[in-house]
């Protein structure tokens, strides 16, 4: 395996920054090996040394670098400055980010600054902390509150952006706004606004009970002001409470107001410049969080009976992609071949502790947990910090030796590795059940590995125990705005059969066989998609199974409210009696003798509503049973369960269920208290409610921008999701291709609606529609279907849950009077809603049949036309008795969207101008041939309002006029809804 820069040094040049390894130990610097990364983002090699060059005062040292950040035409290059060890596995260290720094690729000025100030603060903080001044709790109770960035309203100028950034105002601007108010001066809310508006936030105390602890990063949990963007490497100091590093409060700003990218000059996407400062501000907090790791020489996303043994790949090709988080923004080292630039990453979590077992009675096989036997942390500690300054300095760390073991005892090593899949990736709520492509959301891969301290098999034998996690692989979703909320589900059984299978087949591929553990309820708002989720496996196990031949898919629905109803936690035993079969028969992975002896041949799949708290729950007991059953084949025995000197096992699983449970829903772990102590207590019901309301806030208010940033690193959605946010302070799911649901939209209602198998169907559309005919706008739209053939037009409005056709109208193609497109403003409340380049329209004027059927509405089918006849009746009369025969329908273009960004052409879709005059033009030449061809309209009249007589025909043109103009819509829109909108923006955006 090729080597990786370990360590790097930073430091600005006229034409880019340059990226330089540092020397290994008694060598000379390797030029050869460093690169640059210029001010428009490309990168080379570099061969000459120019770190003794006046054009390079101070530099920036770091621990690999994570990619480039592209947002509009300016780039930030993302490097590790702070880490943590959390592990050896085969003498490899692993390590896990503790904080990051942004360099802007702008200018030499303004990456001089930014690295310079990084120095200093890094620094400034080891003189405080050898002084013994660091205080993780301390803050002043000024300091810029999270909020501070929402103060004053950015606009589209850079200009505009700096004044956002710094909180200047300029002349004549007024010096006072509802957010300052309310946020930073506190205003009439006093103590509660310091609590919930400032990042000092709640006290340590007031954390913890709400399941936040102590040595918890304060960045996880909580967005830094603006002006602290970029910050170097913080020191870190191992300690009893994880070592996690402490934030320096008085550190300065890193990013300055001018150091915003010059390239952002010119015509740019003013809304994406506008959020500037919190895509930069969200992305340091999103890598700084402590929940993504990497090693330098192991691949970590692979589980140990798997791994490519003495491969000369590049680590990041050996990376399993499911779980390679950076692939997407370290890109452009990969295409310019500097793979020794290339640190994957990993979101998840990686814990080991180590632990020894004494024996009692030499004669007998019976075996104590001695508390205060196992190796001595300290020790261990240093052993650690040698292998990892010796690696650093270009040692081989296989030649250090590990504490000796104990001569009274056996020492274990048990490392607990959770591999969070990039597909379908995001927040709770945000991303629910499963694309299209199988993948499920909030799926996650968990290792246990049971070894000694020295890893060396030809002594001993190696255990790995997994089991998955994943959303209910079936399409749903569920409203953030309710604590218990309703389950919406969408899709034919069909469409989710397909799914579905897809879904447990890649699945199958990778672990055999596979046995679901359903832990939702049987009552309730859970019932319905539970009892679908065991529906779908039932209908998979009659149609050939997982592989076409009879590989049934194992299933278990455990209603574990039901059953561990009044903290009975411990009635979880059932279920693992259920599952004991199905875990003996597929084992665990054992190597010995560097050699697999056996290979785990499958996996339990446990899911709930979240897959975060009862998942937990189970997956540790699990774990627990396998633990115990793999010692036992050593001749130990151990009580995981009762025995109070095996708690570090209940708290290594917990720390496990917490850091998933952050990634996901913003907050600890439900149910921790049981998993800690094996004990459920009133304590800790209170704790959960207090993390529920903490999760609701966050659901409502902070998720949205940070799944449209998740979406937007892993490569799922074009820079035009900020904009979309912008515009509607909400986040599409991505990974869902919106192309080809259209397509099987249009193809469905084609199928539905159209009965004479003589009328082809030339072309179909989905646009946006008001919810009412003769209406241009209305105070909802909905996606539709336009479809056209060479004998008429249909309209069809969808219930998109169960993809059938709710009503239709049909529109003969002599019957159309007039087409005209233009400007169709229906909203000037965000900067997107009034581009009269994206907001665009037509309209269809129509004479109606007043004595035939005008609408067919549908509850169930369109199989029969008799389902609505006394409502259709109705219609028909009182369109007799009004006289009214002239109707129009109007369509708004809906946004270009795909899954998937791509920059080839070909899978570019067309933008909202070029979609409304295709479609004019293409409804208009049927026409105008149908009427060629009937030879009908050649005399002139006044039957067809509006069509032009050439001497020959009324022929249909197409008049271009702005169905609703940007002055027109701003007349129309309400204080009411500036004001609601002007506060969704202050606490959403």
């Known amino acids: 395996m090729p080597n990786l820069a370990r360590k790097l040094l930073i430091f600005a040049a006229v034409d880019g920054l340059i990226l330089q390894p540092s020397p290994l130990r008694n060598h000379p610097p390797a030029t050869q090996q460093a690169i640059k990364v210029d001010y428009e983002g490309n990168v080379g090699p570099l061969l000459k040394d120019r770190r003794e060059e006046d054009t390079a005062p101070v530099s920036l040292d770091a621990h690999g670098v994570i990619g480039l950040l592209k947002i509009a035409t300016s780039f930030f290059l993302i490097s590790v400055s702070a880490r943590e060890q959390v592990a050896q596995i085969r003498g490899k260290p692993v390590y896990r980010i503790t904080d990051v720094a942004l360099l802007p690729l702008s200018s030499q000025a303004d990456a001089d600054k930014a690295i310079a100030t990084a120095r200093e603060h890094a620094l400034r903080h080891t003189k405080a902390q050898a002084a013994g001044q660091a205080d993780s709790e301390s803050e002043d109770d000024d300091a810029p509150s999270v909020t501070d960035s929402l103060i004053e309203e950015s606009t589209t100028t850079v200009s505009e952006v700096k004044d956002a950034v710094t909180g200047q105002k300029g002349p004549g601007q007024r010096e006072t706004s509802v957010a300052a108010d309310v946020m930073q001066r506190k205003g009439v809310y006093g103590r509660f606004a310091d609590k919930w508006f400032s990042r000092k936030g709640w006290s340590a105390d007031s954390r913890r009970t709400q399941g936040l602890s102590s040595e918890e990063n304060l960045v996880a949990t909580a967005p830094k002001n603006v002006d602290s963007i970029v910050e170097e490497e913080q020191p870190t100091s191992p300690s009893t409470t994880g070592g996690l590093p402490t934030e320096d409060r008085d550190a300065p700003a890193a990013v300055r107001p001018e150091s915003i990218p010059k390239a952002l000059d010119g015509q740019k996407d003013g809304n994406t410049i506008a959020l500037l400062p919190k895509i930069l501000q969200t992305t340091r907090m999103y890598f700084s969080s402590g929940n993504f790791f990497f090693s330098y020489d192991y691949d970590i996303s692979h589980s140990i009976g798997n791994l490519q043994p003495n491969s000369s790949l590049p680590l990041f090709k050996q990376f399993d992609p499911l779980f390679f988080w950076n692939s997407h923004i370290a890109s452009p080292f990969i295409d310019a071949g500097q793979h020794s630039f290339v640190l994957p990453i990993m979101q998840g979590f990686v814990g080991q502790r180590p632990f020894t077992i004494k024996v009692a009675d030499a004669r007998s096989n019976s075996v104590v947990i001695d508390s205060s036997s196992t190796p001595n942390d300290i020790q261990l500690q240093c052993w650690h910090e040698s292998q990892s ?37 995001g927040l709770r709520y945000l991303r629910r059940g499963t694309d299209e492509e199988g993948c499920s959301a909030n799926s996650v891969e968990t290792e246990q590995i049971l070894s000694s301290p020295t890893w060396n098999t030809s002594q001993d034998t190696i255990f790995s125990y997994t089991q998955f996690r994943g959303s209910i692989p079936l399409f749903f979703s569920q409203s953030p705005y309710s604590l218990k909320p309703q389950v919406s589900t969408w899709g034919t059984f069909e469409t989710n059969a397909r799914a579905f299978k897809r879904h447990f087949v890649d699945l199958s591929s990778r672990y055999g066989d596979i046995y679901c553990a359903s832990l939702v309820d049987k009552h309730g708002t859970e019932a319905k998609i539970g009892q679908l989720y065991e529906d779908h496996a039932k209908s998979l196990n009659a149609n050939g199974g997982l592989d076409g031949q009879g590989r049934q898919l194992g299933f278990e629905w455990f209603d574990f409210h039901n059953i561990c109803r009044g903290m009975h936690f411990e009635n979880v035993s059932r279920l693992m009696d259920t599952l004991e079969p199905f875990a003996k028969s597929t084992g665990w992975t054992i190597i010995s003798a560097d050699q697999v002896q056996h290979k785990q041949s499958g996996v339990l799949r446990t899911n709930c509503m979240d897959c975060l708290d009862r998942t937990n729950v189970v997956q540790s007991a ?13 001749q130990y025995t151990i009580d995981l369960q009762s025995d109070p000197s095996t708690s570090w096992f209940n708290t290594l699983w917990a720390d496990n269920g917490d850091a998933i449970s952050r990634q996901y829903a913003g907050t600890a772990a439900l149910k921790g208290d049981f998993t800690r102590t094996r004990k459920r207590q009133i304590t800790g019901a209170l704790t959960d409610f207090g993390l529920t309301l903490t999760r609701y806030y966050n659901n409502i208010v902070n998720d949205y921008f940070t799944q449209a940033l998740i979406d937007y690193l892993l490569g799922r959605a074009t820079v035009t999701i900020f904009a979309e946010f912008e515009a509607d302070m909400k986040s599409s799911d991505y990974f869902i291709d919106m192309r080809k649901v259209r397509e099987q939209a249009i193809e469905r209602s084609a199928g539905i609606v159209i009965e004479d198998h003589d009328e082809d169907v030339i072309h179909g559309w989905t646009l946006s529609v008001p919810t009412a005919v003769n209406q241009v706008k209305t105070a909802t739209f909905e996606e539709a279907v336009l479809l056209l053939t060479d004998k008429a037009l249909y309209f069809c409005r969808l219930d998109w849950g169960t993809e059938k056709v709710r009503e239709f109208e049909r529109i003969e193609i002599e019957n159309i009077q007039g087409i005209m497109h233009g400007v169709y403003i229906t909203s000037t409340l965000a900067q997107r809603h009034m581009d009269t380049e994206k907001n665009v329209g037509f309209v269809i004027r129509y004479k109606a049949d007043s004595g035939g059927e005008l609408v067919r509405r549908n509850t169930r089918a369109l199989d029969s036309g008799a389902a609505n006849d006394q409502q259709r009746e109705q219609d028909a009369k009182k369109r007799q008795n009004q006289g009214d025969t002239s109707r129009f329908l109007a369509f708004k273009a809906l946004p270009p969207r795909s899954s998937i960004s791509s920059s080839d052409a070909k899978d570019t879709p067309e933008q909202e101008v070029d979609v409304v005059k295709s479609v004019c033009e293409e409804i208009a030449r049927v026409a105008n041939k149908t009427i060629k061809s009937s030879k009908t309209w050649n005399v002139p009249g006044t039957a067809h309002k509006g069509l032009e007589y050439d001497g020959q025909d009324h022929l249909l043109n197409v008049e271009e006029k702005d169905i609703i103009s940007l002055a027109d819509a701003k007349k129309t829109t309400g204080y009411l809804e500036q004001i609601e909108y002007s506060l969704k923006k202050l606490v959403w955006g």
């Open 622 to 634: 699990c774990a627990r049973a396998a633990l115990e059953a793999q010692l036992s084949a050593g």
């Open 389 to 425: 300054k010796q690696t650093d300095s270009g040692s081989d760390p296989n030649t250090n030796t590990p504490p000796p073991e104990p001569s009274n005892g056996k020492d274990f090593l048990l490392t607990l590795i959770s591999r969070r899949s990039n597909k379908r990736a």
